[in-house]
């Protein structure tokens, strides 16, 4: 486990600002749909342009993963293990795949 938090999108914003196992299986969900999808969790293609965006941005993502409203992955390759991720299912991370 790394001593930083990862960045919204890829961080659960209704756990305690710390870094656990936890806090990396609900970043490894939000990779895996980045690399799935090609683009960030509630974020379409495309690079953020400017600080101000990439603010907006996580406000936006940290609102609908605090209400626990997550990305359609309906047909998505381990769409069932990205879900559980995120909604913390997994106690260890050696249980995801």
Known sequence: MGAHLPDSGFYDP??????TAQTDIFSVASVLYAILTGYWPYRGPGTVKTGEEMEKYGQE????????????????????VIIKCWKNEYARADTVL
């Open 61 to 80: 993502v940290d609102d609908l993963f605090g209400r626990r409203q997550f990305p359609n992955i309906d047909g998505l390759f381990a769409g069932e």
């Open 14 to 19: 209704n756990s305690e600002p710390v870094s």
